[in-house]
């Protein structure tokens, strides 16, 4: 209770216990105890006049996925907060709309909240796309943490069209091919690739290989087809997606990440009361990307022992030296990527300092 209010509840109780003569001759004025009355009652009442609104929050994966019950636990918060004035219900796999679209579903108020992958829009987001680098980011609980906390200030300019929530990422993807195992580099050349975000697709082409470009629940398709030969993919969502069934190799080691947003239509925003809005920017935190997406990466991360134990499969590891080709392949990324800031107006230096800065704070390093 604030402090006024909790002051006035004392003085109406310690007065009521007066007799009349005694209040007479009080020192608080009758004036100031209907004062007080009337504070008291006219916080419930503003509440009580702030309008209802049925949230839709739109995702493009099943149902059993992890983030389902993340986006549940997330809404069943809001609700209880906002005194039940927000109420929400989540809508998956793509019913609202396709996954590339999930930004200006957003944006055009088609929905209320999306979960939105910037990288599936290549070019659209150049400074979030610094997280996709390969080998800069290494845990992803820590790395959840960091991007958010580094990100929100950019995000007011780049991503101005919506009302920004938080980011969140992916616990690290891996190769997983269905043909042939990929050691080094140059196993990409000649091969189709689904990649799981832009900069992953950019890193195929200068490789030689050839990208499919398909949602997450349209991989296992594309590779049963033989449209695409590999993927880039975090591990439990091998089996929970059906990849397991058509794919056999499995790179054991970490490549990147993926950049997720959370994200509100600003006219939803914009409609809401003063105490609605409130509820909604204290449940879009640094802190709530965390409840949001850890339980996800512990899903994610598990998925290695179980594909280690699927039989059929084959989950192998690379050598140091074949690490180091990688990782040098993957230098003219970064590049590219300090280009495309630039041409946004952006000062790459100064934002990867920033990230990397960031990325030690919450010792989330490569």
């Given at each position: 209770?604030?402090?006024?209010r909790?002051?006035c ?10 007799t ?12 100031a105890?209907?004062?007080?009355g009337?504070?008291l ?31 549940e ?41 999306a979960y ?5 829009q ?5 400074i979030?796309?610094a997280g ?8 992803a609980?820590?790395g ?16 101005k069209?919506?009302?920004?929530c938080?980011?969140?990422i992916?616990?690290p ?24 975000q ?10 030689g ?6 949602s ?11 449209v695409?030969?590999s ?25 990147a990440?993926v ?8 006219r ?14 204290d449940?879009?935190t ?7 997406a ?5 899903f ?9 134990a ?26 590219q990527?300090?280009d ?22 919450y010792?989330?390093?490569y």
């Amino acid at each position: 209770m604030p402090p006024r209010r909790a002051h006035c509840c004392a003085v109406l109780r310690a007065h009521a216990q007066r007799t009349f003569a005694t209040l007479r001759s009080a020192t608080l004025p009758v004036a100031a105890l209907m004062a007080c009355g009337a504070l008291l009652l006219a916080a419930p009442t503003a509440r009580a006049q702030d309008k209802t609104f049925d949230l839709k929050l739109s995702h493009w994966v099943p149902p059993t996925h992890p983030l389902q019950k993340a986006m549940e636990e997330w809404g069943a918060s809001v609700e209880k907060a906002s005194n039940g004035t927000i109420k929400s219900k989540v809508y998956p796999a793509q019913q609202l709309g396709k996954a590339f679209d999930h930004y200006d579903m957003a944006r055009d108020g088609i929905v209320d909240f999306a979960y939105v992958n910037p990288g599936y829009q290549p070019g659209r987001f150049p400074i979030i796309a610094a997280g996709e680098l390969p080998f800069l980011v290494g845990d992803a609980k820590a790395g959840i943490r960091a991007i958010d906390a580094w990100y929100r200030k950019y995000a007011v300019s780049e991503m101005k069209d919506v009302k920004y929530c938080f980011s969140f990422i992916l616990d690290p993807i891996a190769w997983h091919s269905r043909t042939k195992k990929i050691m080094v580099p140059s196993d990409i050349k000649g091969m189709k690739v689904r990649p799981a975000q832009a900069t992953v697709a950019a890193w195929v082409t200068l490789l030689g290989g050839t990208n499919v470009q398909a949602s997450a629940t349209e991989v296992r398709d594309v590779l049963e087809k033989g449209v695409a030969e590999s993927v880039t993919f975090p591990w439990g969502s091998v089996p929970l997606l059906g990849v397991d069934k058509v794919t056999k190799y499995h790179m054991d080691a970490p490549l990147a990440t993926v950049m997720f947003q959370w994200l509100m239509s600003p006219r939803t925003y914009a409609a809401m009361s003063a105490a609605q809005k409130k509820v909604i920017d204290d449940h879009c935190t640094t802190e709530w990307a965390s409840k949001f997406a850890d339980p996800w990466v512990d899903f994610e991360h598990s998925g290695l022992a179980k594909m280690k134990a699927e039989p059929g499969h084959e989950v192998y590891t690379i050598s140091d030296a074949q690490l180091a080709e990688w990782k040098a392949s993957a230098e003219p990324l970064r590049r590219q990527w300090a280009d495309n800031v630039r041409k946004g107006g952006g000062d790459p230096d100064a934002i990867m300092k920033e990230l990397k800065t960031s990325l030690d704070q919450y010792k989330a390093a490569y």
